[in-house]
């Protein structure tokens, strides 16, 4: 062996993309792995535990009205009022959230809009 090093240059193509939540992803051509299913949005799911969290805290009694998170948090109760009406997702839906798979459009804001009343007749 002798002593000189030996250099080498390995280069490997990718695309940068804008991620939900405006994160970059970086994509290597003919990956397997697909935009939609790489991650899950954490805001949604950010959102979803605050709501579960906030939901067990009242059903145990640590908290007994919407104002008492509200307050904690220093936030508005209405936002808190929105947030819980998560935790009556359909738990398929919070399960395709939490691994990413949610429909594309399924967003926090989206989500915070009154449901459709179409959804009761489904």
Avoid at 29 to 45: N, Q
Avoid at 102 to 116: A, D, I, R, V
């Amino acid at each position: 062996m002798t002593g000189a090093a030996q250099m080498l240059t390995v280069r490997v193509p990718q695309a940068v993309r804008k991620h939900r939540g405006g994160r970059k992803l970086m994509i290597a051509p003919g990956s397997t792995t697909s935009r939609c299913s790489s991650a899950a949005d954490t805001t949604l799911v950010k959102a979803l535990a605050r709501a579960f969290r906030w939901r067990r805290m009242m059903e145990t009694g640590r908290y007994a009205t919407i104002n008492e998170p509200a307050a904690a948090e220093k936030i508005n109760s209405s936002y808190v009022s929105r947030l819980l009406r998560l935790t009556l997702l359909a738990p398929d839906i919070v399960e395709a959230i939490l691994d990413g798979r949610q429909l594309e459009g399924m967003t926090l804001p989206g989500l915070m809009e009154p449901f459709p009343v179409d959804w009761a007749r489904q």
